[in-house]
């Protein structure tokens, strides 16, 4: 498991750092002063979850004279999703012998 | 503010006394967790699991409350681990086990873990 995919669920944990990666999605790009317009949070704060997305690769920015244009890069969900389903599916297994390992004793 | 996890959880048709001793017994473990199964079932108590395939993960426990619920960290080399928490609950037909996976690392004491990384800290600490 890579380092980045911890720094990804915790980004994506919060609701409103949730939101703002919808709506830079949702826009196909944005700046900081943008989002703080559209969404219920300062841009103080926008700037706070943009720096946590940013961080755990979920966006990625540039800058256009003095404006900073954030956009969503996939690749980091694609690794949590891999951690998610490799893992799911190594519990899913385990319990199932685990349920029958148990029926086996009930029924004994 | 919880850090996402995988949740997995299973109907055990036992009572709840043998479905902790089916996710606690080393004995039993070695039927559905993994093929080897070393265990010092208590916080801050060491483990090691070698699991299908020959993977050998090392753990180390963060809280045992009898009978209810048992939370360990495990890890593979020097990667990062992750943080895993096995309850039980009574249920009609028998006892549900919930399994709870988060991943961890660099990361645990900057994200909002709370009592999970502290807890974690406080083990560090006494072993």
Redesign the interface.
């Known amino acids: 498991?890579s380092?980045p995919?911890?720094?990804v669920?915790?980004a994506?944990?919060?609701p409103t750092r949730r939101q703002v990666l919808d709506e830079i999605g949702r826009r196909g790009g944005a700046t900081a002063t943008e989002l703080a317009a559209d969404l219920p949070i300062t841009r103080q704060a926008v700037a706070k979850h943009l720096a946590i997305l940013s961080g755990a690769g979920l966006v990625g920015s540039t800058r256009h004279g003095r404006e900073t244009r954030y956009r969503v890069t996939p690749a980091p969900f694609g690794e949590?999703i891999d951690?998610?389903t490799r893992?799911?599916a190594e519990?899913?297994e385990?319990?199932?012998?685990?349920?029958?390992?148990?029926?086996r004793?009930?029924s004994s | 503010?919880?850090?996402?996890?995988?949740i997995?959880?299973?109907?055990?048709?036992?009572d709840s006394d043998?479905?902790w001793e089916?996710?606690t017994a080393p004995d039993?473990l070695e039927?559905?967790?993994a093929d080897e199964v070393e265990l010092d079932l208590r916080e801050g108590g060491s483990a090691t699991f070698v699991l299908p395939g020959g993977e050998e993960r090392r753990a180390i426990g963060e809280a045992v409350h009898d009978g209810e619920r048992w939370t360990f960290w495990w890890w593979t080399g020097d990667?990062?681990g992750?943080r895993v928490t096995v309850e039980l609950a009574p249920a009609i037909g028998?006892t549900t086990?919930r399994?709870t996976?988060?991943?961890?690392?660099?990361?645990?004491s900057?994200?909002?873990l709370g009592e999970p990384a502290s807890g974690l800290r406080r083990v560090l600490a006494a072993a």
Request: glycine share 6%; hydrophobic share 55%; charged share 20%.
């Open positions: 498991m380092e995919v911890d720094a669920f915790s994506l944990g919060d949590a951690w998610m893992v799911g519990w899913d385990r319990l199932a012998r685990l349920q029958r390992a148990a029926a004793r009930a | 503010m919880q850090p996402m996890s995988c997995k959880e299973v109907l055990l048709p036992v043998d479905a089916a996710v039993a039927e559905w967790l990667a990062p992750s028998g086990v399994v996976e988060a991943p961890v690392g660099p990361w645990a900057a994200a909002p």
